[in-house]
């Protein structure tokens, strides 16, 4: 508690210190940056705490088994490379819709991970309109084409 006082009495001070200089400086000219950098200051001051705080938060991996951490670290690395492949995916499906001026309700990208850590695209699922459903399938076979990938097209129901 007494180092929340002293960060907020230093702040304080701070503030004091940066609006007396900027009442030194000349409002127009160089006096804009200087006034940036005084700003600029002021921040790093009431940042630079909050950094060590969060430093001695974290979690020590050095007191953790090593393959603990190896698998934790390898678990994240494939749900992130799943999502990012599931959005690149996406991406693609719906800027091939829009080639055809279909708008998806929903896109399901459903992807599996084999043992080797790849990552494999199973199907992609695309749910549209049913006044939709003619220009997304001809749509969707160009995306299977293009991504080699099956893509399936389903009506909201």
Do not use: H
């Not at 293009?146 to 129901?157: C, R």
């Amino acid at each position: 508690m007494d180092g929340i006082r002293t960060w907020s009495a230093l702040v304080c001070c701070g503030a004091v210190g940066c609006c007396a200089v900027q009442l030194l400086v000349p409002p127009e000219g160089t006096g804009k940056i200087f006034r940036l950098v005084v700003i600029t200051f002021f921040l790093c001051c009431v940042i630079t705490p909050l950094l060590k705080v969060s430093s001695q938060l974290s979690l020590p991996v050095e007191f953790l088994p090593e393959d603990i951490v190896s698998q934790e670290l390898n678990e994240r690395v494939e749900e992130q490379l799943k999502i990012q492949v599931e959005s690149v995916v996406t991406r693609l499906v719906e800027e091939g819709l829009a080639t055809r001026e279909v708008r998806a309700k929903k896109i399901t990208v459903n992807t599996d991970t084999s043992e080797d850590g790849s990552i494999y695209i199973q199907q992609v699922v695309v749910q549209v309109d049913k006044q939709a459903v003619s220009p997304a399938l001809i749509a969707c076979e160009m995306l299977e084409e293009q991504l080699g990938v099956k893509v399936s097209v389903v009506t909201q129901e």
